[in-house]
């Protein structure tokens, strides 16, 4: 079975860094694309950044310069590293399988002001 595992999320200070991880498992991971998304209540969920097979990234306007995504294929591993945070950036962060469409469980994100 396909299972994806976010971890990294907490309570952050504003201009503060998290790492979130995502763990793959029942995939190829090294031929799927991946990406992180994020849903604030009352708000639609929007992707954050995605990394192809071959290491292509691709980031939302709004986090541009400040996140990073990246990968470890030995590891079944996607990674989000969140730097200079604002509260803005408070949401439930989520991995997915672009091609597949799977979703992880989702991880809490929490910058307090």
């Known amino acids: 079975q396909v299972q994806l595992v976010e971890s990294g999320g907490g309570l952050v200070q504003p201009g503060g860094s998290l790492r979130l991880s995502c763990a793959a498992s029942?995939?190829?991971?090294?031929?799927?694309?991946m990406g992180w998304y994020r849903q604030a209540p009352g708000k639609q969920r929007e992707l954050v950044a995605g990394?192809?097979?071959?290491?292509?990234?691709n980031y939302a306007d709004s986090v541009k310069g400040r996140f990073t995504i990246s990968r470890d294929n030995a590891k079944n591993t996607v990674y989000l590293q969140m730097n200079s945070l604002k509260p803005e950036d408070t949401a439930v962060y989520y991995c997915?399988?672009?091609?597949?469409?799977?979703w992880g469980q989702g991880t809490q994100v929490t910058v307090s002001s």
């Open positions: 997915r399988t672009m091609g597949l469409n799977y």
């Open positions: 029942g995939i190829i991971f090294s031929q799927n694309a």
């Open positions: 990394i192809t097979s071959g290491g292509s990234t």
